[in-house]
């Protein structure tokens, strides 16, 4: 499996996501507007090693994955002791298409997994000893967590019930190490806070949109979520984790078992939070990843308690059959999913494809550098993040690419190459219909249109691109805050933004925060017509 995600590594374009997050690998500073450092450095580890190739802008995602199962194996073999719970903890997320194969791509989520399962380890640990030292190595997979995503902190609520519920709590709070533990975490922390302190806490603000969105009750948003759990985890995987995690909490809450409570807590808070928001919100595909591993965990833990606990027979038989059920199925599901991208020529979802979707960026790359040439024109501009990030993938530092407006996302990156752009003829390349944005209204660049160019995947046309030639305007790279050309697009929600063009006022357009769920919806659509599928033929 884990050549099979090497391959897939190699084989598949970058999503637009993910250049995006190597873009900052190129950038020194101490953190994002959308995410903290930490998915940054793992590129820059990978790139360094391997160079600018997919491979090496996924390798630490495939390194992630191999140190969250041992991690869960070792978290189940110190609780059980049973060899075949162990094999179970180390198949289950290779029966899980998020692990099992998308764990090969990139995100502030892979980099989290490993560590979020880190620091549950250390208190397994620490739990098994009774050594409180293992308090300082859980604070430091805390802050560690924390440096690759703020979801990191749904844990917390787990922390806290394995810290107060038991009869220990005495001794802990008592106790230096849980404080020293926090100490840690907020010292590893300091990039964050630090580069947030100078921008106005940007990051957090940015965040929080989503996390403070209301709207209406949405049956339709609730049914995504569900879908992509089961898509995601695995039709038969999911209820297997589920049923495992409520036995879990009842073992745990019940009998004052702390590493019960840990990993039971560490799953469903988060999961009745996103369950919640699911209800008015959109939830992101992969927000709610971090939580599942920890899910197997318990999963695998509670089928060796069964018998230990004097559990009937037929109850203990058929969660074993379900379990074995699901780890077949789901290696299955994933290894056709894996061949279905990697050998198949073929298009079965058509441009609601997840992957396809974002592939065959190098046809506007390509008609783009005959432009260049063309044209004469020295430098690019975008008005959108991900064609930025793919240009700058596939122009690879040769010609400047800046996105002219968001600019809040690239707050302390470096010069682009100014002494190529001031003065020169520029290229614009823009997805439609970026290019007829009232951001240009506020622009007094003169734009000549030169041709539209299709993005296509397996004879799909994906998304059309309008390249124009731009002529007596420079980009600033940091505009005043009021600026239309300096905020970032909100995440969540419908919100209009004005725009003040001299002594006029234009309305822009809605701003949906829902470009990365097309993902999510095309995920959803594969579910529910592999459902259709099987209900069809049974």
């Known amino acids: 499996m884990t050549v099979m995600r090497v391959i897939y590594a190699c084989a598949i374009d970058l999503r637009t996501d993910e250049a995006y997050y190597w873009t900052w690998s190129k950038e020194n500073v101490l953190s994002f507007l959308d995410h903290p450092p930490m998915i940054a450095w793992f590129i820059r580890f990978g790139t360094a090693i391997f160079g600018d190739t997919n491979f090496g802008v996924r390798f630490a995602g495939i390194v992630a994955m191999l140190v969250t199962q041992l991690l869960l194996a070792d978290i189940v073999r110190r609780v059980t002791h049973d060899f075949r719970a162990i094999v179970l903890a180390l198949l289950m997320p290779e029966a899980a298409l998020y692990y099992g194969l998308l764990m090969a791509k990139v995100s502030p989520d892979v980099a989290l997994i490993p560590f979020a399962v880190a620091m549950v380890w250390a208190l397994v640990r620490l739990a098994e000893s009774g050594d409180g030292r293992w308090w300082l190595a859980a604070g430091v997979f805390a802050g560690l967590s924390l440096l690759s995503k703020l979801t990191a902190t749904m844990l917390l609520p787990a922390v806290a019930a394995f810290l107060l519920v038991p009869h220990w709590r005495r001794r802990w709070l008592a106790s230096p190490y849980p404080w020293a533990a926090v100490l840690i975490a907020l010292a590893l922390f300091l990039p964050v806070l630090i580069w947030n302190a100078g921008h106005d806490w940007a990051s957090f603000r940015f965040q929080l949109v989503r996390a403070t969105a209301n709207h209406e009750l949405s049956l339709r948003t609730l049914g995504d979520f569900i879908g992509l759990q089961f898509g995601l985890v695995g039709f038969v995987l999911l209820p297997v984790v589920l049923s495992g995690l409520a036995l879990t909490a009842w073992r745990g809450y019940r009998r004052g078992n702390a590493v019960a409570i840990l990993l039971s807590t560490a799953v469903i808070v988060p999961f009745a939070y996103f369950f919640w928001k699911s209800l008015t919100l959109r939830v992101g595909d992969t927000w709610p990843m971090f939580m599942w591993p920890i899910g197997f965990a318990a999963a695998a833990i509670n089928i060796a308690m069964l018998p230990r606990e004097g559990f009937p027979k037929w109850m203990i038989r058929s969660t074993i059959f379900w379990a074995n059920t699901a780890v077949v199925s789901g290696i299955a599901f994933v290894v056709l999913v894996f061949l279905?991208?990697?050998?198949?020529?073929?298009?079965?979802?058509?441009?609601?494809?997840?992957?396809?979707?974002?592939?065959?960026?190098?046809?506007?790359?390509?008609?783009?550098?005959?432009?260049?040439?063309?044209?004469?024109?020295?430098?690019?501009?975008?008005?959108?993040?991900?064609?930025?990030?793919?240009?700058?993938?596939?122009?690879?530092?040769?010609?400047?690419?800046?996105?002219?407006?968001?600019?809040?996302?690239?707050?302390?990156?470096?010069?682009?190459?100014?002494?190529?752009?001031?003065?020169?003829?520029?290229?614009?390349?823009?997805r439609e219909p970026d290019?007829?944005?009232?951001?240009?209204?506020?622009?007094?660049?003169?734009?000549?249109?030169?041709?539209?160019?299709?993005?296509?995947?397996?004879?799909?046309?994906?998304?059309?691109?309008?390249?124009?030639?731009?002529?007596?305007?420079?980009?600033?790279?940091?505009?005043?805050?009021?600026?239309?050309?300096?905020?970032?697009?909100?995440?969540?929600?419908?919100?209009?933004?004005?725009?003040?063009?001299?002594?006029?006022?234009?309305?822009?357009?809605?701003?949906?925060?829902?470009?990365?769920?097309?993902?999510?919806?095309?995920?959803?659509?594969l579910t529910r017509s592999i459902q259709s599928s099987f209900s069809a033929k049974h």
């Open 435 to 525: 290019d007829t944005s009232p951001l240009w209204a506020s622009i007094n660049a003169v734009r000549e249109p030169l041709e539209r160019v299709d993005r296509s995947w397996r004879g799909i046309v994906m998304d059309t691109y309008a390249l124009e030639k731009l002529t007596g305007w420079t980009p600033e790279l940091a505009p005043p805050e009021n600026s239309p050309l300096y905020r970032a697009r909100v995440l969540a929600g419908e919100v209009r933004l004005p725009l003040r063009v001299g002594a006029r006022e234009a309305v822009a357009q809605p701003y949906f925060g829902c470009d990365e769920m097309a993902h999510e919806r095309s995920v959803l659509f």
């Open 340 to 430: 279905y991208y990697v050998v198949s020529p073929f298009n079965f979802i058509g441009r609601a494809d997840p992957a396809g979707g974002e592939a065959g960026f190098g046809q506007v790359a390509e008609r783009a550098q005959a432009q260049l040439q063309k044209t004469g024109a020295s430098w690019i501009a975008t008005t959108d993040y991900r064609t930025y990030s793919m240009l700058r993938w596939y122009f690879g530092g040769r010609v400047p690419v800046i996105q002219i407006n968001e600019r809040e996302r690239f707050s302390g990156f470096r010069d682009p190459g100014m002494t190529s752009i001031a003065g020169h003829t520029g290229l614009y390349v823009g």
